[in-house]
């Protein structure tokens, strides 16, 4: 029987069947030997001990196509992240740095940027300006009028999205508006847990429906982005594309080098200044951190 991990929680797993329910399984010891740690959105092959009682147990764990250290996840189709337009302003270092993680992971992003109600049109216009080079899907909401939610689950439509965003921003009372089988607690970074001896914070799938799936993704405040070559960089940065190859030098990182076509093409407002200096900033903090 093959199922997907929907929770994980004191060595227990909780594993969603098409058609047949929610089944409670440990993992084999196997896994342990091979170091190999079942995590939530796994696709996994279970053996049913008691199919009443619904408790088996795991006997596989099938090929990820992707996984996350935080939160602890494999096999997302794409994430959400989500911002307020103001109230507090978007943080877009924090932003850039969420999208070069989901970049080096090959994970698609949308971008939704919440509390539309507030915003004066020249706040739209100017994230809009921000992020229209980089390709990636731009959603302006409001929770609290339930404005744009319906494209919001249009584009969730049968896949695992993580759900990402600073505290503050609305992305709870989006995911209570999303579906009805968890409510999250607003205002508050995650959702309320009975914290007993025995209980611990957990990453979990809520079900929209059959195919749909979301994850509620802890408020992150700071991203270090060090686990890779400062030379790597460029290549997370969408909108420096159609320039790559077309630099005086070869292998130009677009900082200091002369004749750089990504420099010419900021300079242009073609690259907005903003993600550029991010860049810079994200580049300098490699280039550090090889002398600790």
Not at 77 to 101: C, G, I, S, W, Y
Request: proline content about 4%; some cysteine.
């Amino acid at each position: 029987m093959q199922g997907k991990i929907v929770k994980g929680i004191a060595g227990f797993y909780y594993i969603h069947v098409v058609e047949f329910g929610v089944y409670e399984c440990k993992a084999k010891g196997v896994f342990r030997k091979e170091k190999l740690k079942p995590l939530v959105g796994d696709h996994v092959r279970i053996e049913v001990l008691d199919e009443e009682r619904k408790i088996g147990n795991i006997v596989e764990i099938l090929p990820r196509k992707n996984e996350l250290i935080r939160p602890a996840t494999a096999n997302l189709d794409q994430a959400l992240v989500v911002f307020a337009v103001t109230k507090p302003e978007p943080h877009f270092n924090l932003l850039d740095r969420f999208l070069v993680m989901m970049e080096r992971k090959g994970i698609p992003v949308i971008l939704c940027f919440n509390k539309k109600d507030l915003a004066k049109d020249l706040e739209l216009l100017n994230i809009q300006s921000i992020y229209e080079k980089s390709g990636y899907p731009i959603l302006f909401t409001s929770a609290k009028q339930q404005e744009n939610l319906q494209e919001v689950k249009e584009m969730l439509k049968g896949k695992t999205t993580a759900i990402a965003g600073p505290s503050g921003v609305g992305k709870s009372s989006i995911i209570n508006l999303l579906q009805t089988s968890v409510q999250m607690e607003v205002g508050s970074i995650s959702k309320k847990i009975e914290r007993g001896k025995h209980t611990t914070r957990h990453s979990e799938l809520i079900q929209i429906d059959e195919q749909t799936f979301i994850m509620d993704t802890p408020g992150f405040s700071s991203l270090y982005v060090n686990d890779f070559e400062k030379e790597e960089l460029k290549y997370y940065f969408r909108e420096f594309e159609p320039y790559e190859g077309q630099c005086r030098f070869q292998g130009c990182d677009h900082i200091h080098e002369p004749n750089c076509a990504v420099k010419k093409a900021v300079e242009e407002k073609e690259i907005h200044p903003i993600r550029y200096k991010n860049y810079l900033e994200m580049y300098t903090e490699l280039k550090e951190k090889k002398r600790y």
